[in-house]
């Protein structure tokens, strides 16, 4: 693992930011996570763009996007890496021990860390919570997480590598790091942002790919989908084999449709 903080490379297991770090105390922070692919960030300008979108609708500045763009080459300058992942974190700095904001420097952070290329399918479990789409965090890649910690928690209790809400409305919304589609009577649908779920960067790419269709999906669709898959940065395309106990076909030939899409255009071009 590589980092860098605000302006240096720091041990990444040693502290870098200040105890009044505003991150640290109430959550007052968005990230990224970026796939490094034979030592280069893929789709960095889209993960840069959604990095500001969550900062100014978290309602801090916008981040110096050339002064991030810097951090991330001295960081994969220092190693090369076939297959990793970037965090940026972004948080408001120092500030009071409380939800008040200082006006205050913004903290940068920047780390590097090695990936595994993630396993075809997974299992995956819905969880008795929802989230909320009317929300003020609502479509925000914040750094309060803790609810996403609890659910996938409840996830790995049961086997299953992700979880997947409902929004309020018992519509599908999101798993705690992927979208979800679904394959429905052979259409190809994912819930709208309007769900409440995260504007991905893979399902961004997808959906400007692939035959997708945004709409609402109930949760009953989603537990009798003919096929299930996520996306995410670290997962790209990712069938699921097991959802609540059902269990999904071996043959899932939409899902590998995608896949085989998504295999075939990320080379191309390295920020598409």
């Known amino acids: 693992m590589l980092a860098w903080c605000n302006g240096s490379l720091v041990e990444p297991t040693r502290p870098a930011l200040a105890p009044l770090d505003h991150g640290i105390t109430v959550g007052d922070g968005v990230f990224e996570a970026i796939k490094v692919t034979n030592g280069e960030p893929f789709a960095l300008t889209r993960h840069l763009h959604r990095l500001s979108r969550s900062a100014v ?30 965090r940026i974190t972004y948080t408001g700095g120092i500030g009071p021990l409380g939800s008040d904001r200082a006006t205050g420097e913004p903290s940068l952070l920047v780390l590097l860390t090695v990936s595994e290329t993630a396993a075809p399918t997974t299992k995956a479990v819905t969880v008795p919570w929802t989230r909320n789409e009317r929300g003020a965090l609502a479509g925000l890649k914040t750094t309060s997480y803790a609810e996403n910690v609890m659910a996938l928690d409840y996830a790995k209790q049961r086997g299953a590598s992700e979880a997947i809400f409902a929004n309020t409305q018992g519509q599908l919304c999101e798993g705690t790091g992927t979208n979800v589609f679904c394959v429905v009577n052979g259409q190809v649908a994912t819930p709208p942002l309007t769900s409440g779920c995260l504007a991905g960067i893979t399902r961004e790419l997808v959906l400007e790919w692939c035959d997708v269709v945004e709409r609402d999906l109930t949760m009953e669709e989603l537990a009798t989908a003919d096929e299930v898959f996520l996306t995410s940065t670290t997962r790209d395309v990712q069938g699921l084999h097991e959802l609540d106990g059902t269990v999904f076909g071996a043959e899932q030939l939409v899902t590998e449709q995608i896949r085989h899409v998504w295999q075939t255009m990320e080379p191309k071009n390295i920020d598409p």
């Not at 220092?78 to 992942?85: K, S, W, Y």
């Open 57 to 86: 609708g978290l309602g801090l500045p916008a981040p110096d996007e050339q002064r991030v763009r810097a951090a991330i080459a001295e960081v994969l300058g220092q190693e090369h890496i076939p297959l990793g992942r970037i």
